[in-house]
């Protein structure tokens, strides 16, 4: 199985920054994409960013120019720094992995348990 964990939330002021970081650990035979995804109360899960094993990444609209999304392979760990943080990016941030574990024959898709991000002053 494999497992993600989230760290990095917290209450930061508007305009301020935070690091979000996603550790995978467990029996892991090849992690493929990684992503962030976040939910605000009374709205859907929506993907602030996805990143591919070769480090290829996508952003959200809403995020793009604020956002960096980036992956230690060796460690597999992933990173979300985000900065000129706006009251809208308030919520819960979730890491993603589209990862196959060893004596496994396909892919699975593994959630962490969430990390809460408050943008307020």
């Known amino acids: 199985q494999v497992q993600l964990v989230e760290s990095g939330g917290g209450l930061v002021q508007p305009g301020g920054s935070l690091r979000l970081s996603c550790a995978a650990s467990?029996?892991?035979?090849?992690?493929?994409?990684m992503g962030w995804y976040r939910q605000a109360p009374g709205k859907q899960r929506e993907l602030v960013a996805a990143?591919?094993?070769?480090?290829?990444?996508n952003y959200a609209s809403s995020v793009k120019g604020r956002v960096t999304i980036s992956r230690d392979n060796a460690k597999n760990t992933m990173y979300l720094q985000m900065n000129s943080l706006k009251p809208e990016d308030t919520a819960v941030y979730y890491c993603?992995?589209?990862?196959?574990?060893?004596?496994?024959?396909?892919?699975?898709?593994?959630w962490g348990q969430g990390t809460q991000v408050t943008v307020s002053s």
């Open positions: 993603n992995a589209d990862a196959q574990p060893v004596g496994a024959t396909r892919r699975y898709s593994y």
């Open positions: 467990g029996s892991i035979f090849s992690i493929n994409a």
């Open positions: 990143i591919t094993s070769g480090g290829s990444t």
